[in-house]
């Protein structure tokens, strides 16, 4: 049900060394869903936190956003695409069910040397991808690997189902990972329990249930979510990872330049940072203006951070989502901007 992984002392580390992102012009307000369905402004401010997130155009895909962050990221670091070896593309709405939207990302960047595949873990999906990514760097197989987390959220919310559709947005993020002696991902700690996968979950599309009018008719395309268990799971888990990752590493809230979570809901971060007993000035919270969007979340939080972060800054990444999946990662910055 869990696992853990810490690189060995003395090994070099996968390190964050530039960062990108995308994000649609449309914003969708929460006076837009007023029109759309039974709510209002101050049940979803309070609620949730957000105020308003993006869509993105009909005729464009998660594979548009993720390229835009890919490219963001090449032209931060200097690089040219056929330097980068591996491309990890973590979502829950790829363009097709196959090819991997990694395929689709190396072709529109001109990534001539790379490879990739895309990692399902919903809300997880970005910090699932770091650790897979930092396992390429650490093993010293590969030296570039970029780590995307993209979501067209749009593309699978009920716009009828209040319930749903006042949390998400599309967005995507990325970073690039590479090897540094002293700086990068520390340590990690993931978890999964698919006990809870009838309460978050998208039924229709897959191999139990083809898509046919009847799947359709019954809306299995969208996002099924049972908000209550789930946030009382979330709410209790994303803290105690947390807790579990200062106690494995001996940090204290001091060591905690910024603590990054996943933007679910408002009310799940402030738990976690009340149980780390961290002050409200140092959790990356941009859930007002994006809502949730799903694997890019936190590397979105990254990007639109890292003027403040430096060399040598301990932050913690955290993260909850459908499966369940959940985990927190302790990183050290490796770069000042
Ligand atoms: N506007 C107005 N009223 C609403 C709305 C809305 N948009 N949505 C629900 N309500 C009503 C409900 O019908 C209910 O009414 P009732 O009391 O008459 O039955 C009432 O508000 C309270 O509903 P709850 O579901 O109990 O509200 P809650 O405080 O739990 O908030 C929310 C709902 C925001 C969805 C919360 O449960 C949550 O954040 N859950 C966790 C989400 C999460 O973390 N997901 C994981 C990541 S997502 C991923 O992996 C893809």
Known sequence: MSATSSSASGAPRAAVTATGHFVPERRLTNADLEELVDTNDEWIRKRTGIVERR?????????DMATEAAEEVLDARGIGADEIDVIIVATVTPDMQFPATACLVQDRIGASNAWGFDLSAACSGFLYGLTTGAQFIESGRFDTVLVIGADTMSAITDFTDRTTCVLFGDAAGAVLLERDDEMGLVDAVHHTDGSGSRFLCMEGGGSRNPPTHRTVDEKMHYIHQE??????????????????????????????RYLVPHQANLRIIEAAA????????????????????????????????????????????????????????????????
């Open 55 to 63: 869509i993105l155009d009909d005729d464009q895909a998660t594979s």
């Open 227 to 256: 908000g209550r268990p789930v946030f009382k799971f979330a709410v209790t888990r994303m803290a105690d990872a947390c807790v579990e990752i200062m106690d494995r590493n001996d940090l204290e809230p001091d060591d905690v």
């Open 274 to 337: 009340n149980r780390m007993g961290l002050d409200a000035e140092k959790v990356m919270i941009n859930i007002d203006r994006f809502g949730n969007t799903t694997a890019a979340t936190i590397p979105l939080c990254l990007y639109e951070w890292e003027n403040d972060l430096q060399r040598g800054d301990g932050i913690v990444l955290t993260a909850f989502g459908g499966g369940f999946t959940w985990g927190a990662s302790y990183l050290t910055w490796a770069y000042d901007s």
